[in-house]
């Protein structure tokens, strides 16, 4: 039974174009939840999702971000624009269900706009 | 809003010894959960150790256990035994038992775990 799966592991973008993440969760899960890290801090909330809808967006940028998880294929979260304070390690996580007791983590993307 | 205040940035053990790593939290919740995650240079989240709040029993697992006051908010992880491949950044994290909106993780800032010969 594979993990949560992300990719790029490393991605490295120009200011002004989109960065594409890409996450996989485990077999059976139906709830994803994106996390960033900034250097040195700890990971702060963005959104979290089930197929098709999104639940919380309450950590997610006003503009800019989005993400979504359709009904087939992985969980995207899309930055259009990126600017150099979007530099950060991005962490997915994925749970069978919103009343988990543990949510299991991707290794994450280090995004880096240059 | 949950806080989660971790007032260690960095801590050092030597191996074989024992090391304690404060947390503290603010809630209005009378029920949730708490947990340590473990980040070594690979970036990987790793689970340490979980808590129900309603469970008055300090979770444990192998070396690794808890200090859990409720009434204090206070949530340290004691690591016995270091060793080598416990170096890394520990995060305390805290949810509620709320699904939807409170399924969300909420981190402190972290310690760095050196070990040392």
């Known amino acids: 039974n594979a993990g949560v799966m992300q990719n790029p592991r490393h991605l490295v973008r120009r200011r002004g174009q989109e960065a594409r993440l890409r996450c996989s969760p485990m077999?059976?899960?139906?709830?994803v939840y994106w996390y960033r890290q900034l250097p040195e801090e700890g990971l702060k909330f963005m959104v979290y999702?089930?197929?098709?809808?999104?639940?919380?967006e309450s950590g997610m940028p006003k503009e800019r971000f989005s993400a979504e998880f359709p009904k087939e294929g992985p969980s995207i979260l899309r930055i259009q624009q990126v600017v150099r304070g979007d530099s950060a390690a991005y962490f997915c996580?994925?749970?069978?269900?919103?009343?988990?007791?543990?949510?299991?983590f991707g290794q994450g993307t280090r995004l880096t706009v240059v | 809003a949950q806080t989660v205040t971790q007032s260690q940035p960095e801590m050092s053990v030597q191996e074989a010894e024992t090391v304690t790593l404060s947390c503290t939290y603010d809630t209005s919740e009378s029920d949730y959960y708490l947990f340590w995650y473990k980040q070594p240079p690979s970036r990987q989240m790793i689970l340490v150790i979980r808590?129900?709040?309603?469970?008055?029993q300090n979770a444990t697992e192998n070396r690794f256990s808890v200090n859990f006051q409720k009434a204090a908010k206070s949530f340290s992880l004691k690591i016995s035994d270091s060793q080598l491949g416990d170096a890394a950044m520990y995060f305390c994290?805290?949810?509620?038992?709320?699904?939807?909106?409170?399924?969300?993780?909420?981190f402190g800032t972290g310690t760095r775990l050196q070990v040392t010969l």
């Open positions: 077999k059976g899960h139906s709830h």
């Open positions: 808590q129900e709040a309603y469970k008055q």
């Open positions: 999702l089930q197929k098709e809808n999104i639940i919380d």
């Open positions: 996580a994925s749970s069978p269900q919103g009343a988990y007791t543990e949510a299991f």
């Open positions: 994290a805290y949810r509620s038992v709320d699904t939807g909106t409170a399924s969300k993780l909420t």
